[in-house]
């Protein structure tokens, strides 16, 4: 009693599952797990780094503009000698007879732009590797997408499948529970032993415990759904167009090559970054040409004849913070490191070889996706040719139930021919339910190698 108790409680809520939830389209799906799943979010961000990375480099173009203004107080006691340069005081003044502690204020006010007119190609290269840096990020993202997207189909085909096969299971309850009717109403008149009543209703339990292992996977698969499409737990009702009809044409998805796979065109954006790469560091080798203008102003509270009269200053802040004297400054610097090319020779070559790693990396995955869509073709074919051997199975297996139960109520075959072919037509529905998803599966995988889901979701034929 506990156990059909618990039985029905689940199916129940299983019902409930079904009658609250809202049709879910496996377009709808795909999109919004491409909206919502977390580590899509993370390439995203990512990507838009790498932009935003692209547009700080191409202002590289443009000159660099210092101002400075600096005020301070001190002594300017100088004396003829030599010295190494090393930081500490500067201060600027004909040498005196001796030392005195006199201070008045100054002020240095500068301004100064530095342009690299013209590097040989050095900041083009630099621009030109963060926008290959953009467009890997972009590739990246896109395949990662793209196998999100599999994913998500891969996990919803599943979930239709085991929602089919926990329907297949109710039919299988609803036999085993007519069996049994009829064995215990038969057996209650005499007409058959009481073992034959409590046989049967074993099987109404087999029926069950199967019914509800089904169930435990379609709310497996609902998790799984879910988690892929960034949900909370929820119960799923799936489009049944992938139960009822098939693909339109097997023709049209044979012979497709994997050219635009996202995997493929993320790994010629690798290449065309390690070319970037090359290139710079090429550049690295050649000369610069830069611009350079200075304007300068200065102040001092110390008067031009301080080293013949030491009290030609003033202590006041006004005398020395203003500008007395300027100074300009235009000019051009050609600059070229010559150890740079030796240096860089080998650094370009380990470049290259970089380079050449990832073609031959390219060549490997190309016939890779080759191998396997050839793989998904022959799947497809041998999956279409099974769904025709279990609907002759489905069709041979209804037949003989429907004549073992007209036996069996006349008393013409045994409990065991019965419960035989009871689970001959499970099986066969099974096998059916499971050859149809099989189907969705191998067009999956072929277009998983083809690198486009598109042909998954509008052509179906009945």
Request: glycine share 6%; proline share 2%; net charge neutral.
């Amino acid at each position: 009693m506990k156990f059909k108790l618990l039985t029905s409680l689940g199916l129940v809520l299983m019902a409930t599952g079904h009658a609250s939830a809202q049709l879910l389209q496996l377009s709808e799906a795909i999109q919004r797990a491409t909206e919502s799943y977390d580590a899509l979010k993370a390439k995203q961000s990512l990507h838009a780094a790498a932009a935003e990375n692209t547009a700080f480099l191409r202002q590289l173009h443009l000159p660099d503009f210092h101002i400075s203004a600096q005020q301070s107080y001190g002594t300017v006691n100088m004396i003829h000698g030599p010295m190494l340069a090393g930081g500490g005081i500067a201060s600027t003044s004909m040498p005196l007879a001796e030392q005195n502690w006199n201070a008045g204020f100054g002020a240095l006010y500068l301004a100064h732009i530095n342009w690299n007119v013209f590097t040989f190609g050095r900041v083009k290269n630099q621009i030109g590797l963060g926008v290959a840096a953009e467009r890997t990020a972009a590739a990246d993202l896109n395949q990662e997408i793209f196998q999100h997207q599999v994913k998500v189909a891969a996990a919803y085909l599943k979930l239709l499948a085991c929602q089919r096969l926990y329907q297949v299971q109710g039919k299988n309850v609803n036999r085993a529970q007519v069996f049994y009717t009829l064995t215990a109403a038969r057996a209650e008149s005499g007409l058959l032993p009481e073992v034959d009543a409590a046989l049967a209703e074993a099987e109404v339990a087999h029926a069950r415990s199967l019914q509800i292992k089904a169930q435990d996977k379609v709310l497996d698969y609902n998790k799984q759904l879910a988690v892929l499409m960034g949900d909370s737990f929820k119960t799923y009702e799936l489009d049944s167009a992938y139960s009822s009809t098939l693909p339109m044409d097997l023709l049209q998805y044979q012979q497709q090559q994997a050219k635009g796979h996202p995997l493929l065109l993320l790994q010629s954006q690798k290449i065309d970054f390690s070319k970037q790469m090359e290139s710079l560091l090429t550049a690295e080798r050649r000369p610069s040409l830069s611009a350079a203008a200075v304007l300068q102003g200065r102040g001092s509270g110390f008067a031009h004849n301080y080293a013949q009269n030491t009290q030609a200053f003033s202590t006041a802040y006004p005398k020395g913070v203003g500008i007395d004297r300027g100074n300009y400054l235009l000019g051009l610097t050609l600059s070229w490191n010559l150890t740079q090319i030796p240096r860089y020779a080998a650094k370009i070559k380990e470049q290259q070889l970089l380079t050449q790693s990832l073609r031959q990396q390219y060549d490997g995955l190309a016939k890779e996706l080759q191998a396997q869509l050839q793989l998904g073709e022959a799947q497809l074919q041998q999956a279409y040719k099974n769904l025709k051997e279990t609907i002759v199975q489905r069709k041979a297996a209804e037949q003989a139930f429907k004549q073992q139960m007209a036996r069996y109520e006349n008393g013409l075959s045994t409990l065991v021919d019965y419960t035989q072919a009871l689970y001959s037509i499970n099986r066969a529905e099974i096998e059916q339910e499971v050859a149809h998803n099989n189907v969705w599966q191998a067009l999956l995988l072929l277009a998983a190698a083809q690198g486009d889901l598109s042909t998954l979701l509008p052509h179906h034929k009945d």
